[in-house]
């Protein structure tokens, strides 16, 4: 029997073609092989197994539906457009797949504390989260500036029970909360395991997210083969760092005949430092410990970026997703703000579904690619949060379309 494509990737040093690795200071090194091992022993203990089976069907709330988006697809006159509705897990979107995995393997390691960075907050909300439910500590990294910039998500994190700790240095964004969590890692990796928001990282983040999120993927294969009673010919998902897609992916990336569309963010535009389309306009670099597609300033070092949706304006992406799309498996597509912003209210009108702005940047895409296709043809999107947590802002900057009142 040929091993599958996830069984055969990454390599053992985590990678994929010449993407990932570790790039990590001395110190880590042992810790990471540590995370490595026990994740390898782990994934196919019986009682691993059964414990995230329990805790996603009993507390998460999987398997999580597809839903035909009908309305929507008349409005498109083409495809068939279908939503895998990630944005019903718990806490409002495809995260806590991975973060209750993570805090599990804390757990199983005998660790007492989690610590993690976040941007806009929705990777500390659901680690927070994870981490009250199994009653270890948890420590969130944060720039001062997000903190200040997204302050609903910081009192949830504390009314979870967690320690935010301000990144005060640099531009006082990701990139410094990364640094923060690094080092308050490094001061204790014995009692702390670092719990990464994404397929990113050093080896073996890329691979464990990756592995954690693929029930997204294995579950709607089922789910649309029961609908249709055949493969989806498309599947679309948005890009940050590239869980929910990968996610996704792992139950089509061995059937062929199935176009992988990843969509990143084209935000204002081409220029560099008005959108985060990594894949598209990146070149091979180093950054946060793994070799990737990244965007570099003149210096080469990670450049601005910027997106409506704040979490996927990152500077590069997960390793498999570079190495994906240089294998010609999977195809990048691109959905500018406004596109983001018009699909967000479509989705809302049509269907009832008000989407997270980086989900509506795959409904986005969907909108285009089906009305170029016939209407035999499917398109399944993987609708990887909800939108209340970006109500205040599209409201303030975006008239309602067609308004009542
Ligand atoms: C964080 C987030 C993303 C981006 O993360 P990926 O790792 O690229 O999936 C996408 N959608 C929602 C709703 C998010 O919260």
């Known amino acids: 029997m040929e091993t599958s494509y996830l069984e055969s990737h990454p390599d053992e040093n985590g990678y994929f073609g010449k993407f990932g690795g570790a790039y990590i200071p001395p110190v880590l090194e042992q810790p990471f092989a540590d995370i490595t091992q026990a994740y390898a022993e782990l994934k196919n203990s019986p009682a691993f197994i059964e414990e995230l089976k329990y805790v996603r069907k009993h507390y998460q709330g999987r398997p999580t539906p597809i839903s035909f988006a009908k309305n929507l697809t008349e409005h498109c006159g083409g495809a068939k457009i279908y939503l895998k509705r990630e944005d019903l897990n718990h806490t409002g979107a495809h995260k806590l797949n991975h973060c209750m995995a993570e805090v599990i393997l804390a757990k199983h390691l005998g660790k007492k504390k989690v610590i993690a960075e976040t941007g806009a907050g929705q990777h500390g909300v659901a680690l927070a989260t994870a981490a009250a439910y199994f009653g270890l500590e948890c420590e969130i990294h944060m720039g001062e500036v997000d903190i200040a910039k997204e302050y609903p998500n910081v009192v949830r994190m504390k009314i979870l029970g967690a320690r935010v700790v301000p990144a005060t240095h640099g531009l006082k964004t990701l990139k410094e909360a990364v640094d923060s969590a690094f080092e308050a890692y490094i001061k204790d990796p014995v009692n702390a395991m670092y719990c990464i928001g994404s397929v990113v990282g050093p080896h073996p983040f890329p691979m464990m997210v990756r592995d954690f999120q693929s029930v997204i993927g294995f579950e709607a294969k089922e789910q649309f083969h029961e609908m249709e009673g055949k493969l989806p010919d498309n599947v679309i998902a948005c890009i940050g760092g590239g869980s929910n897609a990968m ?112 989900s509506a940047h795959a409904v986005a895409y969907a909108m285009k690619l089906a009305k170029t296709l016939g209407k035999e043809k499917t398109i399944l999107v993987n609708l990887s949060g909800r939108g209340d947590k970006d109500i205040d802002y599209v409201i303030e900057h975006y008239p309602i379309p067609n308004a009542k009142f």
Do not use: W
């Open 247 to 358: 996610g996704i992916f792992a139950g089509f990336i061995d059937d062929a005949a199935v176009n992988l569309y990843g969509v990143e963010p084209l935000g204002r535009g081409e220029a560099l430092g008005n959108h985060a389309a990594t894949l598209t306009y990146g070149e091979e670099g180093i950054m946060h410990g793994f070799n990737s597609i990244m965007l570099k300033d003149a210096n080469g070092d990670p450049a601005p970026v910027y997106s409506i949706g704040s979490g996927i304006d990152y500077p590069s992406v997960g390793p498999e997703h570079a190495y994906l799309k240089e294998i010609g498996r999977t195809k990048v597509g691109l959905c500018n703000d406004d596109e983001a912003v018009d699909a967000f209210y479509k989705l809302s009108q049509l269907e009832g579904i008000i989407p997270a702005l980086e």
